[in-house]
């Protein structure tokens, strides 16, 4: 494993020491106290494309659906259409990966109790003939700028969504502005994406694990790499939770979404999600246990209780 790569993994990778938020308050029986009772109802779940179209939840969920006796409706949207939908009071719980887009969320008051989740990277593939030459290229910068140049076709996903959101950042860093018959955008998921940069011998951002998901079904490879092996930091690609603001919407289940959150945060779904591989190759690196915390994922980045009297 190259020393960049380690030191990215050890710096968002998981450790030994966490608290499970809500578990303990929360029951699959009958319900005794003032212990709410769960059991019997359904939750709402709108994630990003990526970690439904890898297969990750329908791996997963089946263990937090036997402990409280519940249903877990992920609804899968781009991470802007997901957050839409939870501002909109139909969504309990949101799973996304654009940090941004989730501060804005929380800065609104719409999202409470987040927590990093996981993470993966990103990856810009195209046609093995790379006919921009951008293989191997350590910059994802000087990757698009170069696409650009050579007005190499390139699908983007369009669709507001946390990969269309990176690739929006890498050209701004490019100092591009795309537009053009080179540039495609299809407003749709990262799996149509990929299919639609294939049948183009097309250029295309992905997270890593919807590529490795579909890799056996495309000629697509990877020409620049993301930081997991050793690529630009630029193309990191974390996620996180958040339970929807009863205060906002009553009709958030907000018990249910914390007993969510604390399940998937828990050591057993962390290594739930490590263990999760396709062909191989492991899709997600579970990122909410670390021995040194870092309270910044609670609330929008840069928040501080002195900024918030300013």
């Known amino acids: 494993m190259p020393i960049q790569r380690r ?3 050890a710096a968002l990778g998981t450790g030994a020491v966490a608290s499970v938020a809500g578990c303990s308050q929360i029951t699959g029986g009958s319900g005794s106290g003032d212990q709410p009772d769960v059991a019997g109802q359904t939750l709402t779940l709108t994630t990003t494309t990526s970690t439904y179209d890898t297969g990750l939840l329908d791996a997963i969920h089946p263990q937090f659906e036997e402990m409280y006796g519940v249903t877990v409706d992920a609804v899968a949207q781009g991470t802007g259409a997901a957050l839409e939908t939870a501002r909109n009071g139909d969504s ?3 799973m996304v990966h654009a940090r941004g887009l989730e501060d804005e969320f929380m800065r609104n008051g719409y999202g409470i109790n987040r927590r990093d989740l ?3 990277d990103f990856v810009i593939v195209g046609p093995e003939s790379d006919p921009a030459g951008i293989e191997g290229m350590d910059s994802a910068a000087e990757a698009f700028a170069t696409i650009a140049e050579e007005q190499a076709a390139f699908v983007s996903r369009g669709d507001n969504s946390g990969t269309h959101t990176k690739e929006l950042n890498i050209w701004e860093e490019a100092g591009v502005e795309p537009g053009g018959d080179w540039y495609q955008e299809i407003g749709a998921g990262m799996g149509e994406a990929l299919n639609n940069a294939n049948q183009q011998d097309a250029y295309t951002l992905s997270d890593r694990g919807t590529f490795i998901s579909q890799r056996s079904e495309i000629d697509l ?3 620049v790499q993301g930081p997991i092996e050793g690529g630009p930091e630029l193309l990191e690609n974390p996620y996180g939770i958040m339970a929807v603001n009863p205060a906002v919407h009553g009709n958030a289940n907000y018990d249910l979404a914390m007993a ?9 779904a962390q290594d739930a999600i490590a263990d999760y591989t396709m ?5 997600f690196f579970p990122r909410a246990l670390s021995e040194d915390p870092d309270f910044q994922q609670y609330v929008p980045e840069g928040w501080s209780s002195d900024s918030s009297s300013e």
Do not use: A, C, H, R
């Not at 969510?260 to 057993?268: A, F």
């Open 260 to 268: 969510y959150i604390g399940w998937i945060t828990s050591p057993g």
């Open 279 to 283: 062909n191989g190759e492991q899709l």
């Open 118 to 120: 996981m993470f993966n």
């Open 92 to 94: 309990d719980i949101v």
């Open 221 to 223: 490879t990877i020409l």
């Open 7 to 9: 030191k990215f993994l």
